[in-house]
C-alpha cells in the first residue's frame, strides 16, 4: 500500500471554519470522518468578548482577532488531551489558501494548540508572506 494513502488514513484532522463572527476548530476522527472535539468562539465563556468589539472603533468586519482564536486553540487541546489525542494534521494547502490577514489571526490557534501539548503536523510549513 502507498505511504501516502496509509498516512492520510491514519491522523486526526484539525479543521478550520472561519466567519466573520465566530472561529471554530474541529478534529476529526480518521476511521470514521466524524468530529471528535470542537471549540468555538461562540461558545458561552468565550463569547463575553462580542459585546468589546462590537462597539469598536474604527469598526471592523471581523468579530474575533488572534487572542480570540489563541483561546480557542486552548480550550480544543484541553479537549484532545482528553480524549488522548496528543498529534493533528492541518491541510497546509486550505491554509495557505486563506488570505494573509486571516493566516495571521489563525497563527496563534496552532501555537496555543502546540503550547497546550498537542503536536501540530504542518503548521511548521504555513508561510506569513
Given amino acids: ?8 488514513t491514519n491522523h486526526h484532522v484539525l479543521r478550520l471554519v472561519l466567519s466573520c463572527r465566530k472561529i471554530t476548530a474541529q478534529v476529526t476522527s480518521p ?3 466524524s468530529i471528535i472535539a470542537m471549540a468555538s468562539s461562540s461558545e458561552q465563556d468565550l463569547a463575553s468578548r462580542y459585546p468589546t468589539h462590537l462597539n469598536r472603533f474604527p469598526p471592523s468586519q471581523l468579530f474575533w482577532d488572534a487572542k480570540l482564536a489563541s483561546r480557542v486553540g486552548h480550550k ?11 498529534a493533528v494534521h492541518i491541510d497546509v ?5 486563506r488570505p494573509p490577514h486571516l493566516r495571521f489571526r489563525v497563527w496563534p490557534l496552532f501555537v ?17 508572506a
Avoid: I, W
Avoid at 500500500?1 to 492520510?8: D, E, I, Y
Avoid at 480544543?76 to 496528543?86: C, H, I, N, S
Avoid at 494547502?93 to 489558501?97: D, G, I, K, M, V
Fill in 76 to 86: 480544543l487541546a484541553l479537549r484532545l488531551l482528553d480524549l488522548a489525542v496528543t
Fill in 31 to 33: 476511521n470514521t470522518s
Fill in 93 to 97: 494547502a486550505e491554509e495557505l489558501s
Fill in 112 to 128: 496555543s494548540v502546540k503550547r497546550a501539548g498537542v503536536v501540530v503536523h504542518g503548521a511548521d510549513e504555513l508561510v506569513f
Fill in 1 to 8: 500500500m502507498n505511504k501516502a494513502v496509509l498516512m492520510s
